[in-house]
């Protein structure tokens, strides 16, 4: 069995705006620990296969940024997304390119922006799932434990039917549900069948092939006339004609809503998804105060803040609680907490104004 993989790394991160910008978004800076989260995705992969089996798929824009940061990586494993699609174009697009140069090959799609605290299991259960995987045309995801009811992810439902694969229990999915209010939240916690969609995802590059063309045939028609051109001197130019042709959908709802034979295995990765400014107070220490402080600050009487300075200026906080506050060269953050799944409204507001130097 060839196993490879598909980082995908072309979003903009604007919910962790003003660190993450448009010229340097949130997979290519070091949220935790030394090195990028693109580094460090690469990274974990590298415990699985060669370099040369890792595929990264991004825009124009972000192509020398992974050039830089991944050096090693090899030029033609970069795949270039003419145009933003949602994910399950890029999907398509990757599995072609893969199934060209590793025909059959069982394929691992995932983000680049994850933090993974536990790489031991987590390699372990990508194995797992790659086995799985190469069966038929099993489709595998990883279905993180849920902590708390978070409103702010996908859940997926286990039927209940389970098996063991070496070791680690396979489920079979019985649905895939969208964000949930709190109080639904709260019943998936209690029912114990339901986890954190972790948007990764192991298929054989024909099994996806198989679902575009079962459940999104005009993609499928799509991805052809591109398959048909890769290796010719037009690739370039047909990719570019062809995929503006693509629907904006991403793969959840697309396929993975519709498809039989998906499968969930059940991860405590220590995953966050950092999705948001307050992703830090899960993934850092916190002071005595319960304070995430990074850089030059001076802090009294303040409790529950996220507090970052990155232009080196201090910042002096006086009785206050439960904040967010980002200082960067040009462009200073303050909100509450319970908004900083809303920063997006501050950069609509930002466009509105034509302010685009602040994006």
């Given amino acids: 069995m060839t196993i490879t993989s598909l980082i995908m790394a072309g979003g903009k991160g604007e919910r962790f ?20 989260m693109i580094q460090q995705a690469v990274a974990r992969l590298e415990r699985i296969m060669d370099i040369q089996q890792v595929f990264v798929i991004t825009n124009e824009l972000y192509a020398e940024l992974i050039r830089v940061q991944i050096p090693h990586l090899p030029e033609e494993n970069i795949i270039i997304e003419p145009i933003g699609k949602n994910t399950a174009p890029c999907v398509g697009l990757a599995a072609i390119h893969i199934e060209k140069r590793y025909p059959g090959s069982t394929m691992i799609v995932l983000p680049s922006d994850h933090i993974i605290k ?17 069966k038929d045309q099993n489709i595998v995801t990883l279905g993180i434990t849920p902590l708390y009811p ?17 070791g680690v229990e396979v489920h079979a999915v019985s649905r895939f549900v969208e964000k949930p209010d709190s109080k639904t939240a709260e019943k998936y916690l209690e029912a114990g069948n339901f986890y954190w969609n972790s948007g990764i995802f192991v298929w054989k590059t024909t099994t996806i092939l198989c679902k575009f063309k079962e459940y999104m045939p005009e993609v499928y028609t799509i991805l052809q006339s591109i398959q048909d051109a890769l290796g010719t001197p037009f690739q370039e130019q047909v990719i570019k004609t062809e995929f503006t042709k693509m629907p904006d959908e991403s793969i959840d709802y697309g396929i993975m809503e519709k498809a039989d034979h998906i499968y ?39 409790k529950r803040c996220i507090i970052e300075s990155n232009s080196g200026k201090l910042i002096a906080t006086l009785g206050i609680e439960d904040l967010i506050v980002v200082d960067t060269e040009d462009v200073t953050l303050i909100c509450t907490k ?22």
Wanted: charged share 30%; hydrophobic share 30%.
């Fill in 150 to 166: 978070e409103t702010g992810y996908g859940y997926i439902e286990s039927s209940g039917e389970i098996d063991q694969t070496g």
């Fill in 118 to 134: 536990d790489e031991d299991e987590f390699v372990r259960i990508l194995n797992t799932a790659a086995e799985v995987a190469s």
């Fill in 17 to 36: 705006w003003p660190k993450s910008r448009t010229h340097l978004p949130k997979q290519f800076l070091n949220i935790s620990g030394n090195k990028s």
């Fill in 338 to 359: 319970d908004k900083a799944q809303e920063v997006k409204r501050l950069l609509k507001e930002i466009r509105s104004q034509k302010l685009m130097q602040y994006l």
């Fill in 264 to 302: 969930v295995i059940p991860c405590k990765l220590g995953w966050d998804d950092v999705g948001s400014w307050t992703a830090l107070d899960r993934i850092n220490e916190r002071d005595e105060n319960g304070n995430v402080i990074v850089g030059n600050t001076l802090n009294v009487d303040t």
